[in-house]
Structures are given as structure tokens and as C-alpha cells.
């Protein structure tokens, strides 16, 4: 799937909810599953400072896509991590440098992707991007 | 507690009538800044309406109006905590500001190589960088009273630190992390057995618990307006006069100069020494309204009401599964940390804010503190004379809404 249709299909799964409370259980639920990221890959130059949860970011190349993984230690974080990864993770370094991320605005969790927002969110985007840009220069 | 009209009070407060997310606001953020009361609110729509002009320098009518609203607020902070003289009180944008001017004013004069300041273990930020940046600058070192578990001082590590190299000790009143609240007058008194000054941060405290700076003693006491309910951008430093006088000026400008020469410029007098360029001169007036409006609520009662409030919320918070609260000092006042086991702080926070109750979460500008106790961050939720048992009893429904969500 491209990442249009990964946004579109994640926007028309939230619409089922219906209100913030369930919502919000989905992130958590989809926090706790999120794959934990190589433990060896939770070090200090892989961590996103987001001033009060943290986020690890690691980038793997394997056959012209680019692999993510990642953890936080807060779970809602931890989710919202997750939903950026089914976005942006098994996708051509070019498609994500190119990719405008639409749906979590779309899904009424945009307070989450300010840039003021404590979380590591943005700076973690910015990180997959960059990632992405310093691979598509190679190939 | 009969006359403490907590209904007419919150009616006073006009922001408390909102709503958050759909739910009533409650607001239990007030370390960080509290709410205002329509004294103050109407005061600053009434000097922009009628007496707005610049002060100290007009001979024209308003500049003149504007010049005694101004001087007003510095007699009424004399008196609310009894400073003997009224140019010992320097207007200031804030606790930082204060604390900045003394550690560079001061510094500049007292410091040189080898000498040693003396903060704690629970200061704010605030309170910390100045005095690391002075010592850095001047070779000084920078030395750190200890905390206990339950984060009180450890006074005899204090005393052990107590020596002639000393030059200041600087410590909080009140820890904004912890609540703690600390025995600054013992501090001081020790202090001053070496000659050694000491800088009270009563930015948690001014609001909190009735302050005379004469029966403390102390040298310099730094606090911020908006912290009491007045404007933001306005702020206070006490010093005695004493020590005022030997210090320089903090900047150049217009209002601190007597006469300015290319050859030399004359000073002007405390505390106009220190008050270079146009303050802010609205916050700085209208500052006096929220001291007026705490004056008639009354201080002790104020102390008296949150003190109630603060032990049924540490009560209740204790009888929450899974809560450990940080700070469990035998004295304190209107700040409240705690933990959700297996919780991040983070998360906390956001499931709280969906519900409509405001605190704050992360290490509340006191990392040093957080590493002490070996934790990422924690929930504050901070008191003021406006908050209710009813929002104490919001805030456990909503941690425990939290709770059965996240764990
Ligand atoms: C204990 C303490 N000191 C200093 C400050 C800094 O105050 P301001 O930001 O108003 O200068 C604060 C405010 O958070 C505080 O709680």
C-alpha cells in the first residue's frame, strides 16, 4: 500500500469511534503491541528528546524500502510512534521523503504533532524524513 | 473556617467558569501561574482606559497618574512583607529576573576565585543556572545541600557547609516540585553566624504563607506577580538596604541615571538604580489589585483553607491504588507530586487534560530533583485559594480513569 492509502485507511478505521475515550484506548492498545525496538538500539544517539517522554528511532535499509522501529516511555506516545511507523515504515526512501502526513490531523489528534508539544512527535517525524533523504542520496 | 466564602470567591475568578474538552475546568496548575480575579482584570482594561502613560518622567498629568499607581504598588508590597523601607523593594519582570540581578550585581562585587555558593538540592532552574554561571565566571564553586527522602534539607550537611569561603546561600521557600516547605529562617540565621547573605526564592510562597521579610532576616527575597494572582511580567526583589548599596547597577539605561556624562554617569538612587528603561508599567500597577484582593480574602485565612485542602488531597491521593506520592516532607504547602505506578507522567497528564483537569507533568524546571529521586517526571497538581474538595475528588476520579486506561 502506498502511503496515501495507509493514511486513508487508518483515517476511516478512527471514524468508527466515537468519542475521545475509545479513541485513546486504541492508541494505548496499539502502544503496547508496537514491536519493541533491539534493546541494543535504545541508546543515547538514537533517542529523540521530546523534554518529557522519549522516543528511540532506528532505521534499517532492506530491499530499496526503509525499515522503522522505535520505542517511547509513555505509552500514548508509544502509540501515536506506532500509527507514524504503519505510515511511514516498508516505503521507498523517496515516498517518505516526499510524503505529507495528513491523517493525524484527519483523526482529531493533531494537538499531539505541535510543534510545542512535549512529546518527541515532530522531532521524531523530522528524524524519519532525514533517515529517508540520507538513504534515497545513496541508492 | 466560617467566613471563608469560597463561592463568592470563585465567582471572583471569571476563567474558572470554563469549560475544557467539553467538561468544567479544573484548574490545579497554580504552581505554574495562577488564575486572576476581575479586581485585577478590570485594573488592567482601567490603566489602558485612563491612565496610561510612562512613569517616572512626565511632568504631564497621566505620566504623573501613572508614576503614583506605580509607587503605590511598591508601598503595598512594602507593607505585605514588611520591608523597613520602600527603595529596598526593586520592581523586577519576575523570580528569575530577581535572582539573575542579584547573582550578577552581587557576584560582580563579592565573588572572586575560591569562593563558594550554597543552593539546594530541590531549587528551580531559576535558581540553579545563575548562581552555576556566576561561579563559572569567577572560578567559584558551586555547592549543593542535600535532601532526604522525604524531601526536607539536611541541616546538618547544611551546617558542615557553612564556612568563610561562603558568599551566599540561595534556597526556596517552598519547593515548587515537592511543597516542601523549608525552615528558611533557621537557614539564615546560620548564614548569618559567617557573615554570609541568603536569598530566599518566595516565588511559591508569597501567595501561600504570610511573609516578613524583617522577622527572617533576610537579605534578598525574589518573587513574581503572576504567581499571586496579578499580571505577568511583573516581579519583586527585596534587598536590604545595606546590601543594595554596595552592589552596581544591573543594566544602563533611562530611570537608574542621576546625570550622565560622557565622562562619567551618576547613579541614581535605590531602588531606581536598578530599574533601568520602561517597566511594565501596567503589571507593575495592577500588581497592587491582586495584593489588595489577597488582603481582603486574608493571607492567614488563605494558608489556613489550603492547608485544609492540601491534607484531604494528600489523603485522598494516598487511597488511590498505585499512587506514590513524591515529597512527603512534614511541612507543607499547596503542591502535591505524585506518581501512577507504571505510569508515565506523560500519559498521566493527557488522559487528565481529556477530562478537563489541569496539572503539570515533567520535572517542573527542577531536573537535578528528578534525578535525585530517580524518576523521568512527575503529576503536580498545585492548590490556590479557589480550588474545591469537589476538584480534588474530580482529579482522583479522573487518575483513576487514568489508571484503569493506561495500566
Ligand atoms: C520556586 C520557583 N522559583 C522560580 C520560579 C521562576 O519564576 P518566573 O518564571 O516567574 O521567573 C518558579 C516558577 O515556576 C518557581 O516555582
Known amino acids: 500500500m502506498t502511503i496515501k492509502e495507509i493514511q486513508n485507511e487508518l483515517i476511516e478505521d478512527f471514524s468508527f469511534f466515537e468519542d475521545w475515550m475509545s479513541k485513546y484506548e486504541y492508541i494505548i492498545q496499539l502502544g503496547k503491541e508496537l514491536p519493541l525496538i533491539n534493546e541494543a538500539y535504545k541508546t543515547d544517539d538514537l533517542l529523540i528528546k521530546g523534554c518529557q517522554s522519549r522516543v528511540w528511532l532506528h532505521a534499517d535499509y532492506q530491499d530499496g524500502k526503509v525499515v522503522f522501529t522505535a520505542d517511547s516511555d509513555a505509552i500514548i506516545t508509544k502509540g501515536l510512534v506506532s500509527l507514524m511507523i504503519k505510515v511511514l515504515s516498508n516505503q521507498q526512501p523517496k515516498d517518505i521523503v516526499n510524503s505529507e502526513l495528513y491523517f493525524i490531523d484527519e483523526i482529531g489528534l493533531k494537538e499531539h504533532l505541535s510543534p510545542t508539544r512535549a512529546n518527541g512527535l515532530v522531532s521524531m517525524v523530522k528524524q524519519m524524513k532525514l533517515y529517508a533523504m540520507a538513504l534515497s542520496a545513496k541508492v | ?407
Open chain 2, 1 to 407: 473556617m466560617t467566613h471563608y466564602d469560597i463561592h463568592s470567591i470563585r465567582a471572583d475568578f471569571p476563567i474558572l467558569k470554563t469549560t475544557v474538552n467539553g467538561k468544567p475546568l479544573v484548574y490545579l496548575d497554580n504552581g505554574a501561574t495562577t488564575q486572576k480575579p476581575l479586581a485585577v482584570i478590570n485594573a488592567i482594561t482601567d490603566y489602558y482606559t485612563l491612565k496610561n502613560s510612562n512613569v517616572h518622567r512626565g511632568v504631564h498629568h497621566l505620566s504623573q497618574v501613572a508614576t503614583d499607581a506605580y509607587e503605590i504598588t511598591r508601598k503595598k508590597v512594602k507593607h505585605y512583607i514588611n520591608a523597613a523601607h520602600e527603595h529596598e523593594i526593586v520592581m523586577t519582570s519576575g523570580t528569575t529576573h530577581g535572582i539573575n540581578l542579584v547573582s550578577s550585581c552581587y557576584g560582580k562585587q563579592f565573588v572572586k576565585a575560591g569562593d563558594e555558593i550554597i543552593i539546594s538540592a530541590m531549587e528551580h532552574h531559576s535558581n540553579i543556572v545563575p548562581w552555576q554561571m556566576l561561579c563559572e565566571e569567577r572560578n567559584a564553586t558551586l555547592k549543593v545541600i542535600p535532601i532526604s527522602d522525604d524531601g526536607e534539607l539536611d541541616m546538618s550537611a547544611y551546617r558542615s557547609l557553612l564556612n568563610d569561603r561562603v558568599k551566599m546561600v540561595a534556597v526556596t521557600y517552598v519547593s515548587n516540585t515537592l511543597g516542601t516547605i523549608n525552615p528558611v529562617k533557621e537557614i539564615i540565621k546560620l548564614a548569618h553566624e559567617y557573615g554570609v547573605p541568603v536569598l530566599i526564592d518566595g516565588a511559591q510562597a508569597i501567595q501561600h504563607i504570610a511573609v516578613d521579610v524583617q522577622a527572617l532576616d533576610a537579605d534578598f527575597f525574589v518573587f513574581s506577580g503572576h504567581k499571586m494572582y496579578g499580571p505577568t511580567g511583573v516581579g519583586v526583589l527585596y534587598g536590604k538596604e545595606k546590601w543594595l548599596e554596595l552592589m552596581p547597577p544591573y543594566q544602563g539605561g533611562g530611570d537608574m541615571i542621576k546625570e550622565v556624562k560622557f565622562e562619567k554617569t551618576i547613579y541614581n538612587e535605590l531602588p531606581f538604580k536598578f530599574e533601568a528603561g520602561t517597566p511594565n508599567i501596567e503589571a507593575g500597577i495592577c500588581l497592587a489589585n491582586a495584593i489588595d484582593y489577597i488582603n481582603e480574602v486574608g493571607l492567614n485565612n488563605i494558608s489556613l483553607y489550603e492547608t485544609e485542602l492540601l491534607k484531604y488531597a494528600t489523603k485522598a491521593l494516598n487511597d488511590v491504588e498505585g499512587i506514590r506520592i513524591i515529597g512527603t516532607s512534614q511541612e507543607k504547602s499547596s503542591v502535591i507530586s505524585f506518581l501512577l505506578d507504571g505510569a508515565h507522567p506523560y500519559d498521566v497528564g493527557v488522559i487528565l487534560d481529556k477530562l478537563g483537569v489541569a496539572v503539570r507533568t515533567g520535572h517542573h524546571c527542577t531536573q537535578p530533583l528528578m534525578e535525585r529521586f530517580a524518576i523521568p517526571g512527575t503529576v503536580r497538581a498545585s492548590i490556590a485559594m479557589y480550588n474545591t474538595k469537589e476538584e480534588i475528588d474530580t482529579l482522583v476520579l479522573a487518575i483513576k480513569k487514568a489508571a484503569s486506561m493506561l495500566l
